[in-house]
C-alpha cells in the first residue's frame, strides 16, 4: 500500500466563541481556507482546544437552534456538555464520551455546559463535527446515539504502544457502534510516548486528523505539535503516527459524498431551494418546540 502524504499542517486559527460556552478553532472549513466539499462528508470541525472556564451559576453554551440535512457529533475530551432536543432526547456528554445526533429532516436543540461543571469551572476541551448525510438520507427522521465510554471499542495495539478507540468505522478487526448514513471512521489514538499505530483508509476517503493531546510525528518524519490539525491528500492508503509524548489523536476519513452542497447557517442542503425550504419550515415551527 502507498503512503498517503501531508497536505497541509494547519496550526489552531485564531479562536471565537460560540455562544457563550464554546471556545473554538474552526479548522473545517476555514483553518486552511478550505470549501465545505473538500472534506467531505465532514463539512465543519470546531475545536475547543483546553480552556478553563471560571466557576459559573449561569451555564453557559448555546440556546435553541436548529439544524437539518446533517449529523453533529460531539467528543468531550474535558469538561461536561448537557444536552435537549426537541425530539425529546437529552443527555450528558462526559468526559470520554461522544454524542451522534442525526439533525436530518429538522431538530431543535440547545447545548450547554453541564450544572455541576458549570459550578466548579475547570478545563474544557471538546471537538464538533458535522457529518452531512447523503441526499437521499437528508429528509430521514431524526436520531440520537450517546455512545459511552463502555459502548466505544478499543484495540490494544502490540507493544504496550496504546488503544485505538474506535467510534465509528473500523480499527483492525475492532467496529465502532455508531451507525452512519455513509462510510465514515472516527477514531482516537491513545498513545503512550514512543508508541507507534498505523492506519489504512481507501486513498479517495477524505482523511485528517487532530492532535489532541501531546505532539506526534507523522509519517516518520513529519512532527505535529498539540492543537494542530493535519490533512492528508488523496495518494495513498496509509499513513503512520508515533508519539512524541503520551498523545491523543483525533483521526477522521469518509467516503467523500460527491454531491451538490448548499449551505447556509444550521441547514446544510443540496440546492438553493432546499434552503429557502428549510428556513420556511423552521419559520413555521415544523422543527417541534424546545424551550
Ligand atoms: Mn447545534
New binding site residues.
Partial sequence: MKTRSIEVIVPPPAPHYVGDGFRVHNFIPSGYHLDMQRMTPFIMMDYNAKFIFPPSEHPKG?GV?P?RGFE?VTLAYKGKVAHHDSAGNSGIIGEGEVQW?T?ASGIL???YHEEAFSKTGGEFQMV?LWVNLPAKDKMSKPKYQGLTRESISKFNLPDNAGVVEVIAGQYKEVKGAASTFSPVHLQNAKLNKGGKADFHFPSHYNTALLVIEGSIKVNENEAVETDHFVLFENDGESFTIEALENAVVLVLSGEPLNEPIAAQG?FVMNTRQEIVQAIDDYNQGKFGYLD
Avoid: F, G, I, N
Fill in positions: 448555546v437552534h439544524h453533529t445526533m439533525a436543540h440547545k447545548e464538533q444550521p
